[in-house]
């Protein structure tokens, strides 16, 4: 080979290895870079998905919110801004589930204070407390603690029954120059909430609606909501603030006023009058149909006489408008049971503009019952519904038209559609339990409660039909299983309490103790060993002063409290449980009555026991109570 050949050769070689050290140094960096890059698309696109979430939220676009935010969390799971988005849509949806992802978040980032507010408000909502008193303690302690900090500061106070804390919060809302209108709102209602019988908790609920009519005579949103509100009073024949606009008061008013020009009156005191509500309602630039169909009411609560007037009136200001319009004329005619004109306003092809329409108009038919009719529609997929709600509608239907079996298999089948989704189980639970179904109720609330331990409706569902049986050891259990969730839940330890004690001796709870009552209640001493009835009795004794102690005003612990001294032969001190004690209007539960009158006799009281015995529907009683009643009521005799 010449000289050229040889060098070119060796020019060729070298070309041939740059070549592959390049391409091996390319895959190396590719192996180890690829990931990253990868990673950090993921988390792009998963901040990308957690945004549209965020706005779906804001928007109240729920459907929305949960595709987006799923989206987000399966893209990057440890990216914070999508466990915050799907937290901030469990916790503006009330689902507890929301509590494990704020801790998930605050593993891998701070909480801000949107965070905190979120997560103090579920863990309330929850019966969270330990987590409640946290999260609100951190929106406290930060600098410039805000109206939202104390709103939630006052519902946690009035949760653990501490009223006195929640006034205090709520006078720091009040006070706030920066508190908008709807945070205002809002403090008047928790100052309501807090309201009972006596005269000094009268005039936190004369102050609030005083604050509420104040708010009333705004053109914001939070003016029309408080606008409602009063509306929604005076339709009740609620009392005015002052204490002077009782329906009677105000018919008599009426009568009065009818001899002035335009017939309108005022209550004594300067609060707004009916017809001034049903003006305000009117001309509130935000009012839409709900609003101006509660006007209509007031003119019927003035004058019952222009009731056909009125819904003519109604159905011809809205019957050419869109779905929502429609939607709230058909709610509006089917809650007057005017079903015939609901069906005459909104023809079936209106109403299949929209899902809630649909119903309503369903609903109308079902008024009328044309179960035919409905049974027909499901089945022709006019309006494709949920299969749980399809399902839920032909069990009824096939019931009314004496169809058994086919009921029972609808039942079955919403039962099935609801499965693995607690929502949906919650809904059929309702429907079920609304239409006297109890089986069908007793497997929903079950299975959402498997699905979701700490739901508290599934909870609650499955209690009130414990409570449907009148049978104290299944009411017992559900309260216990409750107690496992919500150790420091007040009224759960008060009801789990109360009732464990009714069974204490009886022949049910002799055949059902079990280690349950170890761990019942953070106040009793944990035991490996059941508990002698004196000891449990002192136990619950115990427990049931530490309630009291808490919130004085609760009737529910006083009653606890007077049968516990009562079971202990302390007639006396029972009956000393009742003193300094006003009783809350509609407190007075058959069970209270109960106790109490068992109280009164067992001090020789005996006529005022006959008396209060008499107020008592018996048929309301547990079975251990009747027997309380029964035997105490006669100790005198």
Not at 43 to 50: D, G, K, L, M, N
Not at 240 to 262: F, M
């Given at each position: 080979?010449?000289?050229e050949?040889?060098r070119?050769?060796?020019s060729?070689?070298r070309r041939?290895i740059?070549i592959?050290?390049?391409i091996?140094?390319?895959?190396v960096?590719?192996f180890?870079?690829?990931?990253?890059?990868?990673?950090?698309?993921?988390?792009?696109?998963?901040?990308?998905?957690?945004?549209?979430?965020?706005a779906y939220?804001?928007?109240?676009?729920w459907?929305?919110?949960?595709?987006?935010a799923?989206?987000?969390?399966?893209?990057?799971p440890t990216?914070?801004?999508s466990?915050?988005a799907?937290?901030?849509?469990l916790?503006?949806?009330r689902?507890?589930?929301?509590?494990?992802?704020?801790?998930?978040?605050?593993?891998l980032?701070?909480l801000?204070?949107?965070?905190?507010?979120?997560e103090?408000a579920?863990?309330?909502v929850?019966?969270e407390?330990?987590?409640a008193?946290?999260?609100?303690?951190?929106?406290l302690e930060?600098k410039?603690?805000?109206?939202a900090g104390?709103?939630?500061?006052?519902?946690?106070a009035?949760?653990?029954?501490a009223?006195?804390?929640?006034?205090?919060?709520?006078g720091?809302?009040?006070?706030?120059?920066?508190?908008?209108?709807?945070?205002?709102l809002q403090?008047?209602?928790?100052?309501?909430?807090?309201?009972s019988?006596?005269?000094?908790?009268?005039a936190?609920?004369?102050?609030a609606?005083?604050?509420i009519e104040?708010i009333s005579?705004?053109?914001?949103?939070a003016?029309?909501?408080?606008?409602?509100?009063l509306?929604?009073r005076?339709?009740?024949?609620q009392?005015?603030a002052?204490?002077s606009?009782?329906?009677?008061?105000?018919r008599?008013?009426r009568?009065?006023?009818?001899?002035?020009?335009?017939?309108a009156?005022?209550?004594?005191g300067?609060?707004?009058?009916v017809?001034?509500l049903?003006h305000?309602?009117?001309?509130?630039p935000?009012?839409?149909?709900?609003?101006?169909l509660i006007a209509?009411?007031l003119?019927?609560?003035?004058?019952?006489?222009?009731r056909?007037?009125?819904?003519?009136?109604?159905i011809?200001?809205l019957k050419?408008?869109?779905?929502?319009?429609l939607?709230?004329?058909?709610?509006w005619?089917?809650s007057?049971k005017?079903?015939?004109k609901?069906?005459e306003a909104?023809?079936?092809?209106k109403a299949?503009?929209?899902?809630?329409?649909?119903?309503?108009?369903l609903?109308a038919l079902?008024g009328l019952?044309?179960?035919?009719?409905?049974k027909?529609?499901?089945?022709?997929?006019r309006y494709p519904?949920?299969?749980v709600?399809?399902?839920?509608?032909l069990?009824r239907?096939?019931a009314?038209l004496g169809?058994?079996?086919?009921?029972e298999?609808?039942w079955?089948?919403?039962?099935?559609?609801?499965?693995?989704?607690?929502?949906?189980l919650?809904?059929l639970?309702?429907?079920?339990?609304?239409?006297g179904i109890?089986d069908v109720?007793q497997?929903?609330?079950?299975n959402?409660?498997?699905?979701?331990?700490?739901l508290r409706?599934?909870?609650?569902?499955?209690l009130?039909?414990?409570?449907?049986?009148?049978?104290t050891g299944?009411?017992?259990?559900?309260?216990?299983?409750?107690l496992?969730?919500?150790?420091?839940?007040d009224?759960?330890?008060?009801?789990?309490?109360?009732?464990?004690?009714l069974l204490?001796?009886?022949?049910s709870e002799?055949?059902?103790?079990?280690d349950?009552?170890?761990?019942?209640?953070e106040l009793?001493a944990?035991?490996?060993d059941?508990?002698?009835?004196?000891s449990?009795?002192?136990?619950l004794?115990a427990l049931?002063?530490?309630?009291?102690?808490?919130n004085p005003?609760?009737?529910?612990?006083r009653?606890?409290?007077?049968?516990a001294?009562l079971?202990?032969n302390?007639?006396?001190?029972?009956?000393?449980?009742?003193?300094?004690i006003?009783?809350a209007?509609?407190a007075l539960?058959p069970?209270?009555l109960?106790?109490?009158?068992a109280v009164?006799a067992a001090?020789?009281?005996t006529e005022?026991?006959k008396?209060?015995?008499e107020?008592i529907k018996i048929?309301?009683?547990?079975?251990?109570?009747r027997?309380?009643?029964e035997?105490?009521?006669?100790?005198?005799?």
């Amino acid at each position: 080979m010449t000289a050229e050949e040889i060098r070119l050769k060796r020019s060729k070689r070298r070309r041939v290895i740059i070549i592959a050290i390049a391409i091996v140094v390319v895959l190396v960096t590719g192996f180890f870079t690829a990931r990253p890059a990868l990673n950090a698309v993921k988390a792009w696109q998963a901040r990308r998905h957690a945004a549209k979430a965020f706005a779906y939220i804001d928007n109240t676009n729920w459907l929305g919110a949960r595709k987006e935010a799923s989206a987000a969390y399966q893209l990057r799971p440890t990216e914070p801004q999508s466990v915050r988005a799907i937290a901030r849509f469990l916790s503006r949806t009330r689902q507890p589930d929301a509590l494990e992802f704020w801790q998930q978040l605050e593993k891998l980032t701070p909480l801000t204070r949107e965070d905190r507010q979120d997560e103090a408000a579920i863990a309330i909502v929850s019966g969270e407390t330990s987590r409640a008193e946290i999260a609100v303690q951190a929106l406290l302690e930060s600098k410039g603690a805000d109206p939202a900090g104390w709103l939630l500061a006052a519902q946690l106070a009035i949760q653990k029954g501490a009223a006195d804390d929640a006034m205090s919060a709520l006078g720091k809302v009040f006070n706030d120059t920066n508190a908008t209108e709807q945070q205002q709102l809002q403090a008047a209602l928790l100052e309501l909430a807090l309201a009972s019988g006596s005269e000094a908790i009268d005039a936190r609920a004369t102050d609030a609606w005083s604050r509420i009519e104040k708010i009333s005579h705004g053109k914001s949103a939070a003016a029309l909501d408080a606008l409602v509100l009063l509306a929604r009073r005076a339709l009740s024949g609620q009392k005015s603030a002052s204490g002077s606009a009782s329906s009677s008061e105000e018919r008599t008013a009426r009568k009065e006023a009818s001899l002035r020009p335009g017939g309108a009156y005022a209550p004594v005191g300067g609060q707004m009058s009916v017809v001034d509500l049903q003006h305000a309602l009117e001309a509130h630039p935000l009012a839409k149909a709900p609003q101006k169909l509660i006007a209509l009411d007031l003119v019927e609560h003035v004058d019952a006489s222009r009731r056909d007037e009125l819904i003519a009136q109604g159905i011809a200001q809205l019957k050419n408008g869109d779905a929502n319009d429609l939607f709230a004329l058909a709610t509006w005619l089917n809650s007057k049971k005017e079903f015939e004109k609901t069906v005459e306003a909104i023809p079936l092809e209106k109403a299949l503009l929209g899902r809630e329409l649909f119903l309503q108009y369903l609903d109308a038919l079902g008024g009328l019952e044309r179960w035919g009719e409905i049974k027909q529609l499901l089945e022709g997929d006019r309006y494709p519904l949920d299969p749980v709600v399809q399902g839920m509608y032909l069990a009824r239907c096939s019931a009314q038209l004496g169809e058994k079996a086919a009921a029972e298999n609808n039942w079955q089948r919403a039962l099935e559609a609801a499965a693995g989704d607690p929502g949906k189980l919650i809904t059929l639970g309702d429907y079920a339990e609304k239409n006297g179904i109890v089986d069908v109720a007793q497997s929903a609330f079950d299975n959402a409660a498997i699905q979701s331990p700490k739901l508290r409706l599934a909870q609650q569902g499955r209690l009130r039909l414990a409570q449907r049986s009148s049978d104290t050891g299944k009411i017992h259990a559900v309260l216990a299983d409750m107690l496992k969730i919500w150790p420091n839940d007040d009224a759960v330890q008060n009801d789990e309490g109360y009732t464990r004690l009714l069974l204490l001796g009886s022949s049910s709870e002799r055949g059902a103790r079990s280690d349950q009552q170890g761990e019942s209640s953070e106040l009793l001493a944990p035991s490996s060993d059941l508990q002698t009835p004196s000891s449990e009795l002192q136990a619950l004794s115990a427990l049931a002063e530490k309630l009291v102690e808490r919130n004085p005003r609760s009737l529910p612990h006083r009653t606890f409290l007077a049968l516990a001294r009562l079971k202990q032969n302390r007639a006396a001190d029972a009956l000393s449980v009742y003193e300094n004690i006003t009783v809350a209007r509609g407190a007075l539960t058959p069970s209270a009555l109960a106790v109490h009158a068992a109280v009164l006799a067992a001090n020789g009281k005996t006529e005022e026991a006959k008396s209060e015995v008499e107020q008592i529907k018996i048929d309301n009683l547990l079975p251990e109570e009747r027997v309380l009643v029964e035997q105490l009521t006669k100790t005198n005799h």
